[in-house]
């Protein structure tokens, strides 16, 4: 696949790097066009306004059409790489390019991380790759992690997709150290992971960041669990799924007394095991999946915060253990595909959750995720013979020409845009839903 192709090809960027690399969705209505705009940017995937996750449902939508040999458009890769500011980095979404970057506040480490692993997938786009990868090594913490933005503590999220932009050009993550003290993203991620002194329940999850003032102090989030889950594994987004896995469960932490427990888990691998058995524990308690934490949400169903836990699953080769909450999620009867319907970054995450854990994301239940996906950007240039479009080029969920309709698709339904307009940032947050759980 190009995910395989771009990271020989980018080797070379190796050498760059040795000096010195997650989302959470409820209903809402559809967001209105951006103000001044009549029409949405060619190639842009959906049809809500970008302001807040241009970039971040764009990568995700490249990312999962690749991952299941759909060749996307190239309006559509044209318009990302275009969304690429001149150091490097990249905004949440640049209604005009032409104008110059932020890049204290106006450029976000997950919107970049997600564009260089989007870019590196689809080939022939290097130097924007290169760029990328420079920008989050030069504003890597001296901890070894990224914030959000440059300058900002290190959370678990940002520092994770930043590890998968490393591991989406073939640079091992381990080897990526902050130019002073020399520490890589994993001295941050095992420094939030939570160990044998939390309550039992918790042992494995991950926090978002340290609370302020107490660095020991750390509390269980979902959604950075299963980013730093999937990044202590070495991975990216899309993966090669695992070709056997033994039915085995992950292994929590040992904090049995005299059992030979350190009541920490011994490197990355531990730790991932650790992150992945507090996952599959926490999903099975709450039915299959795992519950929304927004502050004052009523209790009910996190679906893109579930098919990420799903990735991180099969990441570490536990597909049999993902295979529950897969299943849940292609049910009529949870809710999810009702929820993606329409919206490029919700359909491009439970077909990259299909497709890691084994499945066949052109049969998700009753759904063909791939041409549902395909319906919402451009038309691709071309699709896999086992590809999802019918020979007529009809949208079957609108029945609309796509030969006569470039942008396709539908309207979305991403409730975390009107959950964060508040903030005004935060393509990471928005698709993550990262700060569910603010220290």
Not at 19 to 38: E, L, N, R, Y
């Amino acid at each position: 696949m190009n995910v395989r192709r771009s990271a020989t090809a980018l080797a070379a960027l190796a050498t760059l790097c040795t000096a010195a690399a997650p989302a959470a969705f409820a209903d809402a209505s559809p967001s209105p066009k951006p103000s001044g705009s009549s029409a949405l940017p060619k190639g842009l995937y959906g049809t809500k306004d970008p302001k807040f996750d241009g970039v971040w449902r764009q990568s995700l939508a490249l990312l999962a059409q690749d991952a299941v040999g759909v060749t996307p458009a190239r309006s559509a890769i044209d318009w990302l790489a275009g969304q690429q500011c001149e150091d490097g980095g990249f905004a949440a979404y640049r209604a005009d390019a032409a104008k110059s970057c932020d890049p204290k506040k106006g450029e976000f480490t997950d919107a970049t991380a997600a564009a260089v692993q989007a870019l590196a997938a689809v080939g022939g786009r290097s130097a924007a790759v290169e760029k990328g990868v420079g920008w989050l090594k030069k504003h890597q913490n001296d901890d070894g992690g990224w914030g959000m933005n440059p300058g900002s503590p290190s959370d678990a999220n940002s520092t994770s997709a930043a590890v998968g932009a490393f591991a989406a050009i073939g640079q091992d993550p381990k080897q990526v150290k902050s130019a002073k003290g020399g520490k890589t993203p994993y001295d941050v991620l095992l420094g939030l992971q939570l160990g044998c002194e939390a309550k039992e329940g918790q042992r494995g999850a991950f926090a978002y960041t340290a609370a302020k003032g107490d660095p020991g102090k750390k509390t269980a989030n979902d959604l950075a669990t299963a980013a730093a889950a999937l990044a202590t594994e070495g991975k990216g987004f899309v993966f090669e799924p695992a070709g056997k896995d033994d039915g085995k469960a992950p292994k929590p932490l040992n904090c049995g007394a005299g059992k030979g427990g350190s009541g920490k888990p011994d490197g990355a691998a531990e730790a991932a095991q650790a992150a992945a058995a507090y996952l599959s524990d926490t999903m099975t308690e709450h039915g299959r999946h795992l519950l929304s934490a927004m502050p004052g949400a009523k209790a009910q169903p996190d679906f893109g915060g579930t098919a990420d836990a799903i990735v991180a699953l099969a990441a570490g080769e536990h597909s049999a253990t993902a295979a529950k909450p897969l299943q849940w999620l292609q049910s009529e009867k949870s809710g999810a595909l009702a929820w993606a319907k329409g919206d490029p970054g919700a359909l491009a995450k439970l077909v990259l959750a299909a497709h890691a854990a084994g499945a066949d994301p052109r049969s998700f239940g009753s759904v063909d995720l791939v041409q549902r996906l395909n319906a919402t950007g451009p038309k691709p240039e071309s699709v896999s013979a086992a590809g999802s479009q019918s020979d007529s080029g009809k949208d079957s969920e609108s029945g609309k020409d796509e030969k006569d309709d470039d942008k396709g698709g539908v309207g979305g339904v991403w409730w975390t845009v009107g959950v964060f307009l508040v903030a005004g940032i935060g393509i990471g947050f928005l698709l993550s839903g990262r700060k569910k759980q603010q220290l």
